[in-house]
């Protein structure tokens, strides 16, 4: 996402420079230069914006989606880790129910 949005400023800051270099260099009044001047900076601020807002929305659009995928795959795993925990006890009762039972064979025994 940076290479593309440091792309798409590259581009438009030479695109950017081209066109006030070509009415510079343009046999015109100097206040017809200026104008022009003027509506390309406009011009230029109004694509920049536009740009910026388009990797904005890109951003919050990824950032959500990415939540949207970290809040899935934790509910998963805190299932996985809940439904283990389940095997853990259910196997330590069983051994607790074992060594129970052999406890009270060997008090018997005594």
Do not use: C, W
């Amino acid at each position: 996402m940076n290479n593309n949005g440091s792309t798409a400023l590259g581009v438009l800051a030479g695109a950017s420079l081209g066109a006030v270099l070509g009415i510079l260099f343009a046999p015109d009044k100097g206040s017809v230069t200026r104008q022009r001047i003027a509506d390309q900076a406009e011009l230029q601020k109004d694509r920049l914006s536009s740009s910026a807002s388009d990797i904005r929305d890109k951003i919050a659009h990824t950032v959500s989606s990415e939540t949207h995928n970290l809040e899935d795959r934790m509910e998963s795993i805190v299932s996985d880790a809940s439904y283990k925990a389940e095997d853990v006890i259910s196997t330590l009762e069983a051994k607790l129910k074992e060594l129970k039972a052999k406890n009270k064979k060997f008090q018997k025994a005594s």
